[in-house]
C-alpha cells in the first residue's frame, strides 16, 4: 500500500506564509506528477499546484506568483511554500501523487489525509 501525510498547515496571519509537506511511504517504484488541492467549505475541490516528473510546474491563477512546489524525489516528497496568504486561501489542503509501484505499472492516484491552513484577517 502506499500512504500520504500532509504536514505544516495551521493558522496564519493575512501576508504570512507557511509550508506544507506531503511525504509518501510505502510500495513505490516511482512517482509521476505531484499535485496539492484544495476544498473551502462549500467549494469543490480545486488544483492549487502541480510539479511534473522532470520538475516542470503549474500553478492555479489565483496563487501564481505567491505559492511555489517543489519536490524531493530522493524523500518522496514534495512541497508547497504559500507566501503573503489571504483570507480566500483558508482551506483544507490535500496532496495527491501518481505513483508506479512497479516499473511498467500504469500509474495510480493516492491523496492525503488534509491539513487545515486558516489565514486570519
Known amino acids: 500500500q502506499v500512504q500520504l501525510v500532509e504536514s505544516g498547515g495551521g493558522l496564519v496571519q493575512a501576508g504570512g506564509s507557511l509550508r506544507l509537506s506531503c511525504a509518501a511511504s510505502?510500495?513505490?517504484?516511482?512517482?509521476?506528477?505531484m499535485g496539492w488541492y484544495r476544498q473551502a467549505p462549500g467549494k469543490q475541490r480545486e488544483l492549487v499546484a502541480v510539479?511534473?516528473?522532470?520538475?516542470?510546474?503549474d500553478y492555479a491563477d489565483s496563487v501564481k506568483g505567491r505559492f511555489t512546489i517543489s519536490r524531493d524525489n530522493a524523500k518522496n516528497t514534495w512541497y508547497l511554500q504559500m507566501n503573503s496568504l489571504k483570507p480566500e486561501d483558508t482551506a483544507n489542503y490535500y496532496c495527491?501523487?501518481?505513483?508506479?509501484?512497479?516499473?511498467?505499472?500504469?500509474?495510480?492516484?493516492?491523496w492525503g489525509q488534509g491539513t487545515q491552513v486558516t489565514v486570519s484577517s
Open positions: 495527491n501523487a501518481g505513483v508506479r509501484r512497479r516499473r511498467l505499472e500504469y500509474p495510480t492516484t493516492y
Open positions: 510539479i511534473g516528473s522532470g520538475g516542470s510546474t
Open positions: 510505502g510500495s513505490i517504484f516511482s512517482i509521476d506528477a
